[in-house]
Nanobody, 126 residues
Framework: QVQLVESGGGLVQAGDSLRLSCAVS????????MGWFRQVPGKEREFAAA?????????IYADSMKGRFTISRDDAKNTVYLQMNSLKPEDTAVYYC??????????????????WGQGTQVTVSS
């Protein structure tokens, strides 16, 4: 069974930065497309960023995060990262990482992901 464990969340002020990490168990991490999603209570989980498998040729971002967030992966460490800069109060949410074992299509769609972490809280104060 694949396990994903997020870390790096916390309370910061507007304009600050945070880097989230997601450690993935197993020996086939390099074959997974990886995504970050976020969720606010009472709202649907929304796409934040994704990175394709095998060499990270493709990265995509939600429009509201483009230019501020950067997704990356280290296949040697079985870890995916989300660097978040210029944080805003509206970025406050629980952030989840997810693994997609399928083709490199539909990375914005949470229903395409097979494994999920437990989430890490990010709170941005104004």
């Amino acid at each position: 069974q694949v396990q994903l464990v997020e870390s790096g969340g916390g309370l910061v002020q507007a304009g600050d930065s945070l880097r989230l990490s997601c450690a993935v168990s197993g020996r086939t991490f390099s074959t997974y497309n990886m995504g970050w999603f976020r969720q606010v209570p009472g709202k649907e989980r929304e796409f934040a960023a994704a990175i394709s498998r095998l060499g990270a040729a493709l990265t995509i971002y939600a429009d509201s995060m483009k230019g501020r967030f950067t997704i990356s992966r280290d296949d040697a460490k079985n870890t995916v990262y989300l660097q978040m800069n210029s944080l805003k109060p509206e970025d406050t949410a629980v952030y989840y990482c997810a693994a997609d074992t399928g083709p490199i299509t539909g990375l914005r769609n949470l229903n395409n992901y097979d494994y999920w972490g437990q989430g890490t809280q990010v709170t941005v104060s104004s």
